[in-house]
């Protein structure tokens, strides 16, 4: 069975810091490229985040650029999302999800969300 589970999630005061983890499991990790999205409240979905777990290739919004740095532990089959200078238009629901490469999560894996709850 395919899982991606999302954690870390929070209340932070803005200028702070979160991790995020994507745990995965029940696909072979290294073929996939897994991404970070984000949906606010009112808000559409967007992307965040996104690493080839094949080539450690990244990918960043401009809106996170500079502030967010995604990694992966292969051995752990686990995505980090390190989250500093957080603002309060960096609250939402969190999600993790996995792919073929990171253009398209169209037809790929999702997890549930982990909440984003940056207070000014």
């Known amino acids: 069975e395919v899982q991606l589970q999302a954690s870390g999630g929070g209340l932070v005061q803005a200028g702070g810091s979160l991790r995020l983890s994507c745990a995965a499991s029940?696909?072979?990790?290294?073929?996939?490229?897994i991404g970070w999205f984000r949906q606010a409240p009112g808000k559409e979905r967007e992307g965040v985040s996104c690493?080839?777990?094949?080539?450690?290739?990244?990918y960043y919004a401009d809106s996170v650029k500079g502030r967010f740095a995604i990694s992966s532990d292969n051995a752990k089959n686990t995505v980090y999302l390190q989250m500093n200078s957080l603002k309060p238009e960096d609250t939402a629901v969190y999600y993790c999800?996995?792919?073929?490469?990171?253009?398209?999560?169209?037809?790929?894996?999702w997890g549930k969300g982990t909440l984003v709850t940056v207070s000014s």
């Open positions: 690493i080839s777990s094949s080539d450690g290739s990244t």
């Open positions: 029940g696909f072979t990790f290294d073929d996939y490229a």
């Open positions: 999800a996995a792919d073929s490469w990171c253009g398209d999560f169209s037809g790929g894996y």
